[in-house]
């Protein structure tokens, strides 16, 4: 790529989860802050029922809080290594390529888009991305198997269980027994493969345990129960780089209500963000170390948000977990904490996008010998 080229960016946003409009919501903002000087920008949006659509006019699209294919052209995602968006001239022939992309920025919440399914889909195209790979995507966005890879890296957490769906449907009895002998209350309910605290309930007795099974059964084969740790700071650290990660200040959210839910992060802006946190530099610098130690754990690449708590009596420190592709919207966290330390949204983007291509290089020189 010639120095004075621009970088073929594809804003991949929406999705299919139920974190859709978060990811529009992160789109916009970064496609406001993207330097045009730098960057060719190529927006494509993946509706809730899975279609995929290039944009034609950027702002009406981002602004509508959601991907409306109406009036938009359907494409889909070369996968045979050319790194290409191809139109699609009807429901059963491709046509003209329509853009080429150096680099794909993801920035997709939940399952279908930070789970490793879209990132395995790039791998296959042979195109660069902004991110982890699948299997780093795969374990963070599972949260029963990144709590079996914290345990075996020795990083403090709460006591949990796991349950499946079909579990709580065929043995509830059973299933409460267990729980309240193993856990006692309060707990946490929560989908494993959701994120912006979707389907999460803390629990404080048998029947709000029952509707809290119940709903996040609603959104996942897999749930995980988590005794609440009380008395606690919640903080969180950003995470950037790829095999040597950097670990941002350490950041403390006040919940508006008695845990941090989605309301909170999305829509009643009552939670408040202390950055950075006002805990000893020992524990800041411990808790950066689990950060960047749990990233590497799971196999994260580019970037990460890691969620701690801190008993307030005595500063232990447990993890919480790993969000592989955090929010960028302007209260989301991730950015903020690289700001406070040093690092402005625009270069953060930069940085990203940087690490996604020297990642895509690596990948390159791999030799595979028959």
């Not at 279609?51 to 009036?71: H, I, M």
């Not at 992309?101 to 791998?123: A, C, N, R, S």
């Not at 990083?155 to 059973?174: C, F």
Request: charged content about 20%; glycine content about 8%; hydrophobic content about 40%.
């Amino acid at each position: 790529m010639e120095a004075d080229q621009k970088i073929r960016v594809g804003l991949l946003y929406g999705g299919r989860s139920c974190e859709h409009e978060v990811s529009v919501t992160s789109a916009r903002c970064i496609y406001a802050a993207l330097d045009p000087q730098k960057y060719e920008i190529s927006l494509i949006g993946i509706s809730k029922s899975g279609q995929w659509v290039l944009a034609d006019e950027s702002v009406p699209v981002l602004d509508s809080g959601t991907v409306n294919p109406a009036g938009q052209t359907e494409v889909s995602m070369d996968y045979i290594g050319a790194g290409k968006i191809i139109a699609r001239a009807d429901k059963s022939a491709l046509s003209q390529s329509i853009a080429e992309l150096d680099v794909i920025f993801p920035i997709l919440h939940g399952p279908y888009g930070e789970d490793g399914t879209v990132q395995g889909l790039m791998e296959l195209a042979g195109i660069a991305y902004v991110g982890s790979g699948v299997t780093g995507s795969a374990v963070g966005m599972d949260k029963a198997v990144a709590k079996a890879v914290f345990a075996a890296e020795n990083i403090p957490q709460s006591e949990y269980l796991v349950v499946r769906k079909h579990q709580w449907q065929t043995a509830r009895s059973a299933v409460i027994t267990e729980i309240e002998r193993a856990l006692g209350y309060p707990i946490f309910v929560k989908p494993a493969n959701l994120g912006s605290s979707v389907g999460i309930s803390k629990v404080k007795n048998t029947d709000e345990l029952c509707q809290a099974m119940d709903l996040a059964a609603k959104f996942d084969l897999k749930l995980v129960i988590e005794r609440s740790m009380e008395n606690c700071y919640e903080v969180e650290v950003s995470v950037l780089g790829n095999d040597q990660p950097q670990a941002s200040t350490v950041g403390e959210i006040v919940p508006g209500g008695e845990f941090y839910d989605y309301d909170d992060k999305y829509i009643n802006n009552l939670s408040q963000a202390i950055i950075p946190a006002d805990l000893p530099a020992s524990v800041i610098e411990k808790i950066q170390t689990y950060a960047m130690q749990a990233f590497l754990a799971v196999d994260a690449a580019g970037l990460a948000r890691v969620d701690f708590f801190v008993r307030r009596d005595n500063y232990s420190i447990y993890i919480n977990e790993i969000n592989t592709m955090p929010g960028f919207t302007p209260i989301s966290m991730y950015p903020k904490l690289w700001e406070a330390s040093g690092i402005s949204y625009s270069e953060l983007l930069d940085r990203l996008i940087q690490l996604g291509l020297e990642r895509r290089a690596q990948m390159n020189e791999k030799k595979i010998v028959l």
